[in-house]
């Protein structure tokens, strides 16, 4: 039960393409090597290169999972690929960072795209140095786990399907309306 991640991946895919008018020259930034949802939003997302041969993936870097080392990844990106205009974060930690330390004034990349929508990547949102975060939905993921849990208990069964839940696109336009929605929901 969650994030069809290779999904989730096409779609920022999507939205990478309709932000920069399908040109960009792209650095990745995601938490660690070998983490299979980590690697089915990369495969997704670089699949867009497909259908918009101008979108160039120049670089994939690693941030551990740590914030510091994350702000340190897009020093380093800056100085080994200069024509990276778009960065995109996979994962929540490189957002989670920009949104705490960068500004709109202060940021070396045109367009920033972040994925998970923590207090921060919201914050970074709000003011304009994150364009876009693609939000999973944990509390519909908890909640379906939780009768999932229930229902096996209840008549001994177990499913082996796996079950996905869905994903909502925030811009500084409609975070506000789409969180209070998601509230709402939950």
């Not at 918009?52 to 941030?63: A, G, H, M």
């Not at 990276?84 to 940021?107: F, H, P, S």
Request: glycine letters at 8%.
């Amino acid at each position: 039960i969650g994030t069809d991640n290779y999904k989730a991946g096409q779609e920022m895919g999507r939205r990478l393409a309709e932000l920069t008018g399908g040109r960009a020259n792209v650095a990745v930034l995601s938490g660690q090597p070998g983490y299979d949802n980590l690697e089915e939003r990369y495969r997704g997302l670089t699949e867009i290169s497909e259908t918009y041969p101008e979108i160039r993936f120049l670089t994939l870097v690693y941030d551990n999972y740590d914030s510091p080392t994350a702000l340190s990844r897009l020093s380093q990106i800056s100085a080994q690929y200069p024509q990276v205009d778009t960065l995109v974060c996979i994962e929540g930690t490189g957002g989670q960072a920009i949104g705490n330390n960068y500004t709109k004034e202060a940021r070396k990349f045109s367009h920033i795209l972040a994925f998970d929508n923590m207090e921060e990547t919201i914050r970074g949102l709000k003011n304009g140095t994150i364009d876009g975060v693609e939000a999973q939905e944990p509390y519909q993921m908890g909640l379906m786990a939780v009768r999932a849990i229930a229902e096996n208990e209840a008549e001994n069964t177990l499913t082996t399907r796996s079950v996905f839940t869905s994903i909502r696109w925030l811009t500084a336009e409609n975070v506000d309306e789409q969180e209070q929605a998601y509230e709402d929901e939950t």
